[in-house]
């Protein structure tokens, strides 16, 4: 039985000037799943969270903002991908510290690669991608090494490069980014904190179009606004109540956007 719960509902409204379109979307965010076949629990929130959404109305897409295996292994991220295939509605990937490690076989394109052979009609084919809903534009970024995993994240230089093309290339756009690893802390802890976050922000600070980004790995949920930006963090999965997120973004002309969000609690059991 699922329980209908709402943990949080927070709207945030923010007049400004140039916004010129009108639209609105409704999807789904899972995060830190740490699903591993040797672990019969994770199987049975998954699948639980799984038959849970396929039962929500108006979700455009659901994405799992990383951790989404629990040790970095073909064996997990198989188990986990015959799980969520049975969404009913498209799902994206973000890759987070737990679910690469090239040592040992799993690598960023290896990963991939397995991805697209449980569903075909995956599109994305390298870590950092774009991907279009109505009026908004998403990008995910990633923050995840793979040959020396650990829990801090480093956007290289490179993928900031990459992040700031497609802002310039966006700028009429609201842009929603998904990320594993947040770059506003939502815990005071340095062993999770993003590796030189001012090269993040000194590309953030040159454009105006990002009006989210949403992320997990700290298995905690806050939400706070900076600088114009609502930055969403998102519980795991895998905690006490197995709580995933569900976010709603209005857009009005003449107006930034309203962000609602709402914890969905999973009862597996």
């Known amino acids: 039985m699922i329980k209908k719960i709402l943990y949080c509902f927070i709207a945030i409204i923010i007049f400004t000037a140039g916004s010129v379109f009108a639209g609105e979307i409704k999807f789904?965010?899972?995060t830190d799943t740490h699903y591993s076949v040797h672990n019969p629990f994770t199987e049975e929130v998954l699948k639980a969270t799984v038959k849970d959404i396929n039962q929500q109305s108006g979700v455009s897409f659901v994405v799992f903002t990383g951790d989404n295996i629990d040790k970095s292994s073909e064996e997990n991220l198989r188990g986990f991908m015959k799980t969520i295939k049975k969404l009913n509605i498209p799902y994206y990937i973000v890759i987070g510290n737990h679910d690469v490690f090239k040592s040992n076989g799993l690598s960023k394109q290896r990963y991939i690669e397995i991805i697209k052979r449980h569903n075909w009609l995956y599109r994305p084919s390298k870590p950092n991608y774009v991907f279009k809903k109505g009026e908004f534009v998403?990008?995910?970024?990633?923050?995840?090494?793979?040959?020396?995993?650990?829990?801090?994240?480093?956007?290289r230089p490179k993928t900031l490069e990459w992040f700031n093309k497609q802002l310039t290339k966006y700028k009429r756009r609201k842009v929603i980014v998904f990320q594993h690893f947040p770059?506003?802390?939502?815990?005071?802890?340095?062993?999770?904190?993003?590796?030189?976050?001012?090269?993040?922000?000194?590309?953030?600070?040159?454009?105006?179009?990002?009006?989210?980004?949403?992320?997990?790995?700290?298995?905690t949920n806050k939400e706070k606004m900076e600088?114009?930006?609502?930055?969403?963090?998102?519980?795991?999965?895998?905690?006490?109540?197995?709580?995933?997120?569900?976010i709603d973004i209005v857009t009005t002309k003449g107006f930034s956007p309203m962000i609602y969000t709402q914890i969905r609690e999973v009862d597996y059991h």
């Not at 600088?227 to 569900?246: D, F, M, R």
């Open 28 to 30: 789904i965010q899972v």
């Open 227 to 246: 600088n114009g930006i609502y930055h969403i963090n998102s519980p795991s999965l895998i905690n006490a109540t197995n709580p995933y997120k569900i």
């Open 183 to 219: 770059i506003l802390p939502p815990l005071e802890t340095k062993t999770h904190r993003v590796y030189q976050p001012e090269t993040y922000y000194e590309v953030l600070n040159k454009h105006n179009n990002v009006i989210a980004i949403i992320s997990g790995h700290y298995h």
């Open 138 to 155: 998403f990008i995910v970024l990633d923050g995840a090494k793979e040959t020396i995993p650990g829990t801090g994240g480093y956007y």
